[in-house]
Every structure is written in structure tokens, then in C-alpha cells.
């Protein structure tokens, strides 16, 4: 008996800066994808889609160019903000609005290639919550390269979560994972640091990367600045975001036993008949308790945080209209 396939509702969010050239292009290219997804031999199938566009303050004629298409499909929704917020807003306000089972991201400039849409669907089928795409063979200069390779190695030994390619913005998630985290600030990089915390399966696939074929980069040097920062704070996040005094409890036990030792010295030494006031010793080991008293009240206050909140960061207010 042949067995019925698994039908799934699939949306696409895509954030929009200033890429009105390539938008009609990037539509064209998912619906012929999904079109020929329908006429291959797969366990499953689209039962439904939306292309959920978020402008994130773009200042060209990108809005005008979705709303064409929107009078044309209505499969085709628009989010957009009242100026730009950043790739991360964008993709948590998709992510909050969508209502496919497989929710897939990607950049509107047509360097992510629809016709890769099968295969990361195969690889959610094989057990997966979250698949990131590896730019095996990416078409960007040297300059920019180089600096993500570093990025990548880093954040991944510091992670433990095997990835070649955070950047790559060419994911396909399971609807449990976008709705189960919070994007903000810089960090839609790490969506699967955050992933792993939450103990969803994570895999990676190789996808085509195309040359940019219209306007360009819209990140600078800067971008590697913050990339930095936010790799360490994400490893921070991952280890200890419901369990802030492991981590303040625990240098505040090494600088409260160093501060209890140095104090304890000198006492002995004082009770001796020493002259212990002018001591640079004694400085330190009153510094080292109340570092420690810091670190402890630190974790405390983490820790009702924690306990009392967990509010998202998302704002509505950025949201101008939706159609």
C-alpha cells in the first residue's frame, strides 16, 4: 500500500533592504521551485505557502514593487517597519507572524538559490528541527571571506554547535524552533546556538551561492566588530541564560576565598605585633571580598531575572503595517 505523503504549509521570510531589483526575480524563481517540488518523487509535499516580505525601512521602491505582487498573489504578505531595525527585527517579526510548519529564511538579493528548497525539506524529513546552509563555494570577495572563516572556526569551537556557515542566512526550521526563541540585537547569526540550548536537532547542508547581481553589501567592517561580541555572548548565553549564578557564584567563590585568605594572613600577622594598615595586601584581599560580594549579588539578581521574566524583546511598535 503507498504510503500517504506528509503534506506541510511552508513559509518563506525574507527580510527586504533596498533590493527592489531583485524581488520579482526571487519570487519568480520560489514558485517555479515549489511548482517543481510538486512533480518530484518526495515523502511529502506543499500543501500551502506564504512569502512573507519584511521591509525593514527600506528607502527605495521595494514596498511598491511587494504590494504589486501582493495585488497579483496573495500568498505574498508584507511586514513593514517604520525604519531600519536590523536583519534580526526583521526576521522576529516574520518568524511571529508566519504560520507555516516549515518556516524558511533567506536574503532578497538572489544569492540564496530557491531551487535548494527540496533539499533542506529532505534533510528536516531525516529527523532535524533546524537546516543551515553552507556556502561551500561563496561568490564574495576575499575581504569578506576571510574574516567569516575566522568567525565561523571561533564561534563554533566556542559553541560547540558544528557549523561551517552561521552567516549563511539560507535556513529551513520547523515552526517549534522559530516560535520557541527570541531574535534580537546582532544575533540571528546564532538562531542555532539558541537552538541547541532549547534541544533541537541541528544539521547542515551545502547550498549554491550566486554572485550578487544587483545593488550591494549592505554591512561593512563594523559588522565583524559585532560579530565578535556577539560570539562571546551568545556562548554565554548558551551555557548559562537560566542559570546565571553558576556562572557570577562561582568567581565570586574564587575572589571571596582569595580576599578570606589575604585578610586572614594579615590578622595573624596584626595579632603578631605587624604593622599590616599601609599594606598593598591588605587592599587586595578587601578588594577581593568585595568583588566577591559584587559577584554573588550579581547572580542573585540574575537569577530573579530569570525566575520573574522572560518577556520577549520584540517590539510591536516597530511594525508600521502588515498586509
Not at 526576521?91 to 528548497?117: K, V
Request: with cysteine.
Amino acid at each position: 500500500m503507498k504510503q500517504e505523503k506528509k503534506r506541510y504549509r511552508v513559509s518563506f521570510v525574507i527580510p527586504v533592504y533596498n533590493e527592489e531589483e531583485s524581488l520579482e526575480k526571487l519570487y519568480g524563481e520560489i514558485i517555479k521551485e515549489i511548482e517543481a517540488c510538486e512533480k518530484e518523487e518526495h515523502s511529502w509535499g506543499i500543501e500551502e505557502f506564504e512569502i512573507l516580505f519584511i521591509n525593514d525601512g527600506s528607502v527605495d521602491g521595494s514596498v511598491e514593487v511587494i504590494k504589486k505582487m501582493i495585488a497579483s498573489d496573495r500568498r505574498i504578505r508584507l511586514i513593514s517597519f517604520r525604519k531600519n531595525f536590523g536583519k534580526a527585527a526583521a526576521l522576529e517579526a516574520g518568524f511571529r507572524h508566519c504560520t507555516g510548519d516549515i518556516i524558511f529564511t533567506m536574503d532578497a538579493d538572489l544569492q540564496d538559490d530557491p531551487s535548494e528548497i527540496s533539499r533542506f525539506i529532505d534533510k528536516l524529513e531525516e529527523g532535524y528541527d533546524l537546516v543551515s546552509g553552507w556556502k561551500y563555494n561563496r561568490k564574495d570577495p576575499l575581504e569578506k571571506r576571510l574574516p567569516s572563516k575566522l568567525f565561523n572556526w571561533v564561534t563554533a569551537r566556542a559553541s560547540g554547535v558544528e557549523l561551517h556557515d552561521f552567516n549563511c542566512g539560507f535556513k529551513a526550521y520547523r515552526k517549534e524552533v522559530v516560535k520557541g526563541i527570541d531574535v534580537y540585537g546582532e544575533f540571528h547569526r546564532y538562531i542555532p546556538v539558541f537552538a541547541k540550548r532549547k534541544g533541537f536537532k541541528i544539521a547542515e547542508i551545502t547550498v549554491h551561492h550566486n554572485k550578487r547581481e544587483f545593488g550591494k553589501s549592505k554591512y561593512g567592517f563594523e559588522r565583524y566588530t559585532r560579530g565578535l561580541l556577539d560570539s562571546i555572548s551568545s556562548v554565554f548565553l548558551l551555557k548559562y541564560y537560566d542559570k546565571p549564578m553558576y556562572f557570577f557564584g562561582k568567581w565570586g567563590i574564587v575572589a571571596l576565598l582569595i580576599g578570606i585568605l589575604l585578610c586572614g594572613y594579615l590578622t595573624v600577622e596584626w595579632l603578631m605585633g605587624g604593622h599590616i594598615g599601609t599594606r598593598p595586601l591588605l587592599q587586595l584581599g578587601v578588594l577581593c571580598i568585595i568583588t566577591g560580594i559584587q559577584l554573588f549579588s550579581v547572580g542573585f539578581i540574575g537569577n530573579l531575572i530569570v525566575d520573574t521574566s522572560y518577556r520577549s524583546r520584540y517590539n510591536e511598535d516597530h511594525i508600521k503595517e502588515i498586509i
